[in-house]
């Protein structure tokens, strides 16, 4: 089993910045690709941002040029630089991460999701 953990949410004014962190732990063998999706309220959950084990980076329209993703291998830590925030913005982010890890049927690949963390943007 992997485990990730969140951090670096909150309320912040619009043209604010935050810093999203998430660390995984556990039984994991290899990241594939770790990323940061978002649930608004009333709305799907979607894309913001992702990053592959070759650091190539994906990123919503609606946030390129703003955000920026990027990742610690040694940590297992992936981070989300949000700036310029907009009250479109708000929701609540949920950490991701692609990996085989070890579990008691064998080692497998698997889709990993944080608790998530709201994020605010509001004047």
């Known amino acids: 089993q992997v485990q990730l953990v969140e951090s670096g949410g909150g309320l912040v004014e619009p043209g604010g910045s935050l810093r999203l962190s998430c660390a995984a732990s556990g039984s994991i063998s290899r990241i594939n690709t770790m990323g940061w999706y978002r649930q608004a309220p009333g709305k799907q959950r979607e894309l913001v941002a992702i990053?592959?084990?070759?650091?190539?980076?994906n990123y919503a329209d609606s946030v390129k040029g703003r955000f920026t993703i990027s990742r610690d291998t040694a940590k297992n830590t992936v981070y989300l630089q949000m700036n310029s925030l907009k009250p479109e913005d708000t929701a609540v982010y949920y950490c991701?991460?692609?990996?085989?890890?070890?579990?008691?049927?064998?080692?497998?690949?698997?889709?990993?999701w944080g608790q998530g963390t709201q994020v605010t943007v509001s004047s």
């Open positions: 991701n991460c692609n990996a085989w890890s070890r579990t008691d049927t064998g080692l497998g690949l698997y889709n990993y």
């Open positions: 990053i592959s084990r070759g650091d190539i980076t």
